[in-house]
C-alpha cells in the first residue's frame, strides 16, 4: 500500500548540514505515523525521529536540537533536516511508514513499522 524512495545523502564535514527526503505513494499518506532510523556499520538500526500525521514530532535524544523531520501530506513527502552534523551521525539512513492506533512508544520500535524505504547513505567526515 506504500512505497518509499529515500534521497538527499552524501558526503559532508563535521559542523556540514543536509536535508533527506522521502517520496511515498498511497491514498491515505496523512493516515501515517512516518519515521527516520539509521544504522551505523557494526551497530544495530536506531530511532532517529518520528512524525504524526498531524504534525507531532518525537526525537532520539542523540539528535534533538540538530536534526527536524517534517512532512508535507499534498506532496506525500517526509523530510529530515539535519544540522551540525557529526562523525557519529554517518549512517544509512531508512525511511519508515506505520499504520495503527496512537501509540507513542511504538513510533520509535522499528518492528512496528510496515513499510520502508531503500536507504540512503550519510557520511560525516571529521
Known amino acids: 500500500q506504500v512505497h518509499l524512495v529515500e534521497s538527499g545523502g552524501g558526503l559532508v564535514q563535521a559542523g556540514d548540514s543536509l536535508r533527506l527526503s522521502c517520496a511515498a505513494s498511497?491514498?491515505?499518506?496523512?493516515?501515517?505515523?512516518m519515521g527516520w532510523f539509521r544504522q551505523a556499520p557494526g551497530k544495530e538500526r536506531e530511532f532517529v525521529a518520528a512524525?504524526?500525521?498531524?504534525?507531532?514530532?518525537t526525537y532520539a535524544d542523540s539528535v534533538k536540537g540538530r536534526f527536524t523531520i517534517s512532512r508535507d501530506n499534498a506532496k506525500k513527502t517526509v523530510y529530515l533536516q539535519m544540522n551540525s552534523l557529526k562523525p557519529e551521525d554517518t549512517a544509512v539512513y531508512y525511511c519508515?511508514?506505520?499504520?495503527?492506533?496512537?501509540?507513542?512508544?511504538?513510533?520509535?520500535?522499528?518492528?512496528?513499522?510496515?513499510?520502508w524505504g531503500q536507504g540512503t547513505q550519510v557520511t560525516v567526515s571529521s
Open positions: 519508515a511508514a506505520r499504520w495503527g492506533p496512537f501509540s507513542p512508544s511504538a513510533n520509535t520500535r522499528g518492528s512496528e513499522y510496515g513499510y
Open positions: 498511497g491514498r491515505t499518506f496523512s493516515g501515517y505515523a
Open positions: 512524525i504524526w500525521g498531524g504534525g507531532t514530532t
